[in-house]
């Protein structure tokens, strides 16, 4: 049996302020800090013993995974960064208020925008300023996957083939029972959608709150057994 742990990142600046935040890369806030730390206690006081770990490349999940690893003694295993787990890509709405957004377009479209599985945001352009092309840390990544604004079914389209292909090829390389990976709200939700095989309408029901640990137990084929939340 193999043991996924599935952790959303702390509470983020923005995540306080009600910010789309998608690929705009802001720290915790103290609150999430905290979050970050009591999940370490939790899996010290669980015996969980963390072989590995996957994070994305925002430093909002890359320090929550710091703060758990920390608190477990643990910050000498090997881990891996990928900009693949990185949350959904949210548009011209990064940065701006959820309430001033749904004052504009409506509660209806947001909604969409927000939970559904096919609805893309409106695009910014790659003259933007917030283009990620224009980061240092995505330089090496050919510009056709560079997203200017993704649904959740774009997203799920790069988180599953990495799992795939690179977490289960590990898993099965170095015999690796129990790995941890914190990410974000909707790349945390395409990979869950994906082991539980939830249908698209039902995955805007599915909300992932942060750090909050959730523990998928698989088979010898990475088929799905059972989840809970330990507290």
């Given amino acids: 049996m193999k043991k996924i742990i599935l952790l959303r990142h702390g509470e983020s600046i923005w995540n306080k302020k009600n910010i789309f935040t998608g690929w705009i890369d802001v720290n915790l806030s103290q609150q999430g800090i905290l979050e970050a730390k009591k999940v370490g206690s939790i899996f010290k006081k669980k015996n969980i013993n963390i072989e590995y770990a996957y994070t994305s490349f925002l430093k909002r999940a890359i320090n929550t995974l710091w703060y758990v690893l920390n608190e477990l003694d643990l910050l000498w295993i090997n881990n891996f960064k990928s900009w693949k787990l990185n949350e959904r890509h949210y548009g011209k709405l990064q940065g701006k208020n959820k309430k001033e ?29 917030k283009y990620p092309g224009k980061d240092i840390k995505y330089r090496n990544i050919k510009e056709k996957y560079i997203p200017t ?22 898993i099965k390389k170095n015999k690796l029972n129990t790995i941890l990976i914190v990410a974000h709200g ?17 995955i805007e029901n599915i909300e992932i709150l ?18 809970y939340y330990i507290k």
């Fill in 186 to 202: 909707n790349s945390l939700r395409s990979l869950i959608k994906y082991i539980e095989n939830i249908s698209d309408k039902k």
């Fill in 149 to 170: 604004g993704e649904s959740l079914k774009d997203t799920f389209n790069r988180v599953v083939p990495f799992w795939k292909n690179n977490i289960i090829k590990n």
């Fill in 101 to 129: 957004i749904i004052k504009i377009y409506g509660e209806k479209k947001v909604f969409k925008w927000r939970r559904s599985y096919i609805k893309q945001p409106p695009k910014i352009t790659q003259n933007s300023n």
């Fill in 210 to 227: 942060t750090c909050k640990p959730l523990i998928y137990e698989l088979d010898k084929n990475f088929k799905f057994i059972k989840k």
